[in-house]
């Protein structure tokens, strides 16, 4: 505290000073037994107006002094965006078809549950993207700006979001399909979720995969036809072979096939037909028919003796 003193004089002249120490500086100071260097500090620091506090417990020191050094590195939580909706989708395949399920949820907690009803066979990958893509067209019709996209299936988040590649051509065409329609949101992101925190849209899903009834308050959808154009190198949507071509009815009547032409070389014998005329070409003639006139026996004429 003297060296202190003497080198910050005009300091210790012009603030009041208060020293925190574990050593009862006060007592030591005010002493008036003091004497030696002791007295002399005394007298040098009494010029000033110094008060001495003692340290409280070093723990509770260290962690004050901690937060006064580092006061500039406190990190604050971001407060959550109250503009962003948030949509939950999930795709299902059943042996009584695909369905999907999308949950829309605003900002101050309403919800909007939509079922989709797929109907073309196709994998369960293609019913998650056919419910991720209407989910985003039915958020841009009811003019959300800022939307986080909530998905269990690995495959089509990271593919949307730009993680993964997508090897199958279909998945390709989806994945575009994806991001040209995140482009008209100011903020789209796409996050995965567990099975568990997805049981909203899952429950939607099977509903639309197994036909069941609509719950009320619930809007149905129906898909004829995939959001892309399906690839022929691809098995992930069965695309017929010729689908424009028309099926054949067995309960219609067939037309009557054409008669067949003669062929002038080969013979076609037709005993009910008539005879070819004299001169034509044949290959087999006819044996000579007796003339009724010159070989016929007439019965008036008188028979003859030998």
Same mark, same amino acid.
């Given at each position: ?10 300091? =210790? ?20 037994? $003091? #004497? ?5 500090? /005394?007298?040098?620091?009494? !010029? ?6 003692? @340290? ?103 593919? !949307? ?7 199958? /051509?279909?998945?390709?065409?989806? @994945? ?13 992101? =796409?996050?995965?979720?567990?099975? $568990?925190? #997805?049981? $909203? ?57 054409? !008669? ?19 001169? !034509?070409?044949?290959? #087999? ?22």
């Amino acid at each position: 505290m003297y060296m202190a003193a003497k080198k910050l004089k005009h300091y =210790f002249q012009e603030h009041p000073i208060k020293v925190v120490a574990t050593a009862p500086l006060a007592e030591i100071i005010g002493s008036k037994d $003091a #004497n030696g260097r002791v007295a002399k500090w /005394a007298l040098e620091l009494a !010029a000033h107006s110094i008060q001495y506090e003692p @340290r409280t417990a070093i723990k509770s020191q260290i962690l004050a002094d901690f937060f006064v050094d580092w006061a500039e590195m406190q990190y604050l939580p971001p407060v959550p965006d109250s503009t962003h909706w948030k949509m939950h989708f999930d795709g299902s395949k059943m042996r009584t078809g695909l369905g999907a399920g999308v949950v829309i949820t605003s900002p101050k907690g309403d919800r909007l549950d939509y079922v989709l009803q797929i109907h073309f066979a196709a994998s369960n990958n293609v019913a998650e993207y056919e419910a991720l893509i209407h989910g985003l067209k039915l958020a841009k019709e009811i003019g959300v700006r800022c939307i986080l996209c909530f998905g269990d299936s690995d495959l089509v988040i990271h593919q !949307a979001s730009g993680d993964w590649d997508a090897k199958d /051509a279909n998945m390709a065409s989806y @994945r575009f399909h994806v991001q040209q329609l995140a482009r008209f949101f100011e903020g789209c992101e =796409f996050h995965h979720v567990p099975r $568990a925190n #997805n049981e $909203a849209a899952d429950a939607l899903s099977k509903i639309g995969s197994t036909r069941q009834a609509i719950p009320p308050g619930v809007a149905l959808q129906h898909l004829r036809k995939p959001s892309i154009t399906p690839s022929p190198d691809s098995d992930s949507i069965f695309v017929p072979a010729d689908p424009g071509a028309p099926q054949p009815n067995p309960g219609a009547s067939q037309p009557n096939p054409p !008669a067949p032409q003669p062929n002038p070389g080969a013979s076609q014998p037709n005993p009910g037909a008539h005879q070819p005329k004299s001169g !034509a070409y044949h290959p #087999n003639p006819p044996a000579p028919q007796p003339n009724p006139a010159t070989t016929q026996s007439n019965p008036e004429a008188p028979k003859m003796e030998a």
